[in-house]
Every structure is written in C-alpha cells, then in structure tokens.
C-alpha cells in the first residue's frame, strides 16, 4: 500500500515539476510589464472557466489581469428559449474573474450573429415589429447586465454593426428596427448599471471605409448624449495585413472621438488566406486541402521570425499609444484553443497567440517586455 502511495506520489510530483516548466516562462508577467499602462487580458473557453485546463490557468493568472469569456456569453448561448435563461457557465466565469481580481468584460450583448431565431419571430415564423424586438432587446440586456451588475467592468455592448464600407450591416437587427437599435442597446445597458463602460466592437477596423463609418456613428450616437465608453479594435490580423501605418490612423481616429481605444481579439494568423480575407466574419468557410495547412509539422524559423516581427510591431504600436488605450486583449490562452485553427477552413494548424501549444510561452513574449521596459 505504501508503495503503491509512493509511486502515486512520485508520479504527481513529476506531472507538477514537467507542467511547472511546461507553463512558466522566464518572462516577466506581462501583467506588470504593462501596468500604470493597459490592461492586458485573453478570451477564456468553458474548458478554462471550469478549471479542467489547469495550465492554462497557470498563464492566464501569471500574466493577464483582465478575462472575457470567448463564447458562453452571447445571446444563444444565454437565452436559447425567450425567457429560458442559462446563466451556469456565465455565473462562473464571472466568479472565476472576481477571485482573480481580474477587470471582467462581458462578450456581447447584441451580435446579429450566434443570436437564437426566435429573438426575430413570433410563434407563428412570422417577423416581429420593431417594438416587439426593442422589447426583446431591452430584456435580454437588461437581465444580463442587472445580473453582472457591479462585476462586468465592461460590456461589448454592440457587436459587428458596421460593413467594411461602412455603411451599416443589413441584420435583422437593423432592418427591423433601423439604426436606432444602436443608440437603444446602449441605453439599456447603461440603465442595468450606469457604472459600467460601454463599448462598440468590430473587425477590419484599420478599412478606411470602416473608420470613417464607425467615426461618423460613435460622434452621432454622442451627440445624442449615449455613453459610448470605448471603441474595441478586434485585431484578428495576418503576417501582412492590416498596414501598421493603417491601424494606427484608426486608433487615433477612434481615440479623436473621446472613447477610450481597446484592441479586443488580437490574433496574428500565419495560414495562408483562401480568398485574401481579413475580416471575421464566420459565416465564410472554405473547403480543406492540405496546400492551405502548410504547417502541421512545426512553424519553419522564417515564418516563426515574421510572426514575432508582427506582434513586436503591434506591441510598438500600443505602447506608442498607450494613453489613448485602456486595454489589449489576446483570443484564447495558447495556439491550440484558437477559433482560427478552425476559420475560415476547418481543422487546419496555426500559431496565432502568445503560448504554443505545449503552454510555453513564445520568444518575443519575453522580447515584448524588453520593449516595453525600454524608455
Ligand atoms: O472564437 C469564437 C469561436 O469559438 C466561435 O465559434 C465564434 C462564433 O460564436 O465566435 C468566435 O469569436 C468571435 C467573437 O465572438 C466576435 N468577433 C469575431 C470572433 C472570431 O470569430
């Protein structure tokens, strides 16, 4: 029996030594590497939010001091069934973030897509009026931000409204109750808790055509005296797209309009494009062919060397800015939890983040803090 507990132990403590080296990196945690400057923070799948994955909880508490959950907050997702909502994995990660002393983002409030069906008709299939969906609006946002009152710091509150020509996306959303719904969703939110920050969130914000949309929308919804706290820039870029250059104009556009800019879902894809896409929008998918997943055996060292080229570039940038910016948020712990192994072909092999898939943490991670330290 002692034996049998020796080994036992004996085993644990090799699992503990091997995963202890596996996720600490001898980088400073980015957490302080930033402080005084911007939050820094990562998206967390339900895996993480249940503590099942327990090294990546290890980098999330080392180096981050700001959570978002990735999916289990978006209106499919709380209210599948009008009036059915199901609050157990929400619950936790807002429980998870509070005894982490993490600033909480809620992720999102309204989005045209991953919204349920019923949210835009009636019993009978038929499309409902526009009062009938402001109703519908109005309880969701209200439910779920009364219930998170005073722990989501912040909410995205609007997701995704603004085309890349930036003229507004034609969602059911929009053709129903028309721009308008914008303006209601944050008046909503702010209502459920008028302590919390307010943001809009979208991709390929470094288009010109979407600066300027999303511009001319933050500055009329400001002169209609909503509170539109932050402008949350996604960042799912590639090796070569956006133009530095590009994002920065945006950042100080949005910055121009007195919101506080945040960098939401940064993610530097390394795969080659189907069809030269930059967005995110995840209705577009592509069929699989081993010529558009070059990578399955490893990253190859110049491909490698582009990628830390990228992130030091951005990480420059935010630094740069980094009184116009309040937070930079990462999507997802290490490369193998990332949505783009799986958009927009699925089950391809990228390298998108911070931490590869063993949970170490990358060279320029370490290359990062230098910069940042360096006056
Ligand atoms: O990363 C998310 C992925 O796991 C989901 O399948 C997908 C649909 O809900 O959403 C992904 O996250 C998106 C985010 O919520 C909004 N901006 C674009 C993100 C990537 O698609």
């Known amino acids: 029996m002692r034996k049998i507990v020796l080994i036992l132990l004996g085993c ?3 699992v503990l030594i091997t995963s202890y080296t596996n996720y600490t990196s001898e980088t400073i945690p980015l957490k302080d590497v930033f402080k005084g400057k911007f939050h820094i923070g990562v ?22 001091n700001s959570v978002v959950a990735e999916n289990c907050m978006k209106s499919m997702s709380l209210q599948p069934r009008e009036g059915q909502f199901q609050f157990r994995d929400a619950d936790q990660f807002v429980e998870f973030a509070a005894q982490n002393n993490m600033f909480t983002i809620g992720h999102t409030l309204i989005w045209h897509s991953q919204a349920p069906r019923w949210f835009f008709v ?19 946002i209200t439910t779920v931000v009364s219930r998170y009152k005073g722990r989501i710091k912040g909410w995205d509150v609007v997701n995704e409204a603004i085309l890349d020509d930036g003229s507004f996306r034609k969602s059911k959303f929009y053709t129903i109750i028309g721009e308008d719904f914008i303006r209601l969703a944050f008046e909503f939110a702010h ?58 104009k945006s950042m100080l556009a949005f910055s121009g309009t007195g919101a506080k800019v945040m960098i ?9 494009n189907p069809r030269r896409n930059t967005g ?32 030091l570039d951005f ?56 910069i940042s330290t360096k006056k």
């Open 122 to 140: 009636d019993e009978h299939g038929n499309e409902v009026s526009r009062e009938v969906l402001i109703e519908r609006m109005k309880n969701h």
């Open 315 to 370: 990480f420059r940038l935010f630094l740069k800015h980094h009184d116009k910016i309040s937070r930079v948020t990462v999507w997802g712990v290490t490369d193998g939890d990332s949505w783009l192994n799986n958009w927009p072909v699925f089950g391809r092999k990228d390298y998108p983040l911070l931490f590869d898939r063993q949970y170490k943490a990358k060279p320029f991670v370490e290359m990062i803090s230098r």
């Open 43 to 64: 998206a967390l799948n339900t895996r993480q939010i249940w503590g099942r994955d327990t090294n990546a909880l290890k980098i999330v508490k080392t180096h981050f």
């Open 12 to 14: 644990l403590s090799t």
């Open 264 to 272: 939401t879902e940064l993610d530097v894809t390394v795969l080659p």
């Open 191 to 248: 209502a459920a808790d008028p302590q919390a920050e307010l943001y809009y969130n979208d991709f390929s914000m470094s288009l010109e055509g979407k600066r300027n949309g999303v511009v001319s929308m933050i500055n009329k919804l400001k002169k209609q005296g909503v509170r539109v706290t932050g402008i949350g820039m996604q960042g799912h870029v590639g090796l070569d797209y956006p133009k530095i250059s590009d994002f920065e």
């Open 280 to 311: 995110a929008d995840i209705n577009q998918n592509y069929e699989y062919k081993k010529a558009i997943n070059p990578y399955i055996d490893g990253l190859p060292d110049a491909v490698e060397a582009k990628l830390q080229d990228r992130y």
